[in-house]
């Protein structure tokens, strides 16, 4: 059988919120199976607790936020990109603010931290969304789509006119049972440009960020001195991010997803079509591993 997984022991960290500025304690905790990932405030009066699904997603403004009534954890994609690459299924996120910590603007310390508290098999089966039906949205020139596949696949094409990322190309292929999320997708970095650090600022957003959390630009180079970590990393990270918006449907999905200058609001809106048509998914388990698909053997073997 292909079992959920949560982790093995509970650990810790601290760092900055990208939008808040504010200093965060945040802790990933064991989870029953079946339970999901729960986010959980400390700072806030108990019990309050959001499970993670696509009709939680409110705010997505340079950012994934998610919520339940009055309670709002920001900036959850990174975390949740690395929550689906290492495939916990369920797992508690307690913090003592209104955002996941930014760390290094990638999701390997995200990485880090699950590989550190250990991963633990449960006795109920993984249960994957498979799409069986094209699902697409649209936005102008910007659109998204998932199509029927027997694993997990994205293709990401971005559009910056800009000249170090027109250097780098602006179009990613991965797919899961090819590509390592740990080696080749979990450290591509956040990046923005300097023009819009006052706009942003006015608006209460990018209040943490800096060169030690993103690749910043001016209006002709990367102002970061160690430069990029990759080729493609503005492309690759639009992939990570994308990985972690398609984790909030609550299940790991089995599809291809492609997208064209698609974000945090598009990519949700995807999830939300799919949800709103029950001829364009099934729920499926896999109780004969040898009938599961190779993606996710070789991408544990990865982790």
Not at 33 to 60: C, H, M, Y
Not at 64 to 93: P, Q, R, Y
Not at 258 to 273: D, Y
């Amino acid at each position: 059988m292909l079992r959920q997984r949560t982790l093995r022991s509970a650990v810790s960290a601290q760092g900055v919120g990208l939008h808040s500025g504010q200093r965060v304690r945040l802790s990933l905790q064991p989870a029953p199976a079946d339970s999901g990932i729960v986010f959980r405030r400390s700072d806030l009066p108990q019990p309050n607790e959001i499970v993670s699904k696509a009709v939680a997603v409110g705010d997505t403004r340079m950012a994934s936020t998610i919520g339940e009534g009055a309670v709002k954890v920001a900036t959850v994609e990174h975390l949740m990109s690395a929550l689906s690459g290492l495939g916990i299924d369920n797992a508690t996120v307690e913090v003592d603010a209104a955002e996941i910590p930014i760390m290094d603007g990638s999701a390997a310390s995200f990485v880090y931290l699950i590989r550190s508290a250990g991963i633990q098999e449960q006795d109920q089966p993984k249960r994957f969304v498979e799409v069986i039906k094209p699902i697409e949205v649209r936005d102008g020139d910007k659109w998204a789509r998932l199509d029927p596949y027997y694993g997990f696949r994205l293709d990401f094409t971005i559009d910056f006119q800009h000249p170090a990322v027109n250097q780098t190309g602006q179009e990613v292929s991965i797919d899961f049972e090819q590509s390592s999320f740990v080696e080749e997708i979990a450290r591509a970095r956040t990046f923005g440009f300097m023009r819009d650090v006052d706009a942003l600022r006015s608006k209460g957003l990018a209040m943490g960020g800096s060169l030690d959390n993103a690749i910043v630009m001016d209006s002709h180079r990367i102002l970061n001195r160690s430069g990029l970590r990759r080729p493609d990393e503005f492309a690759m990270h639009k992939a990570l991010d994308a990985i972690g918006d398609l984790y909030l449907l609550g299940q790991p999905l089995m599809a291809a997803y492609s997208a064209f200058k698609s974000g945090h609001a598009l990519n949700n809106q995807l999830l939300r079509a799919l949800l709103d048509d029950p001829s364009a998914w099934v729920e499926r388990s896999f109780e004969d591993l040898s009938q599961a698909p190779a993606a996710w053997a070789r991408q544990w073997s990865w982790a």
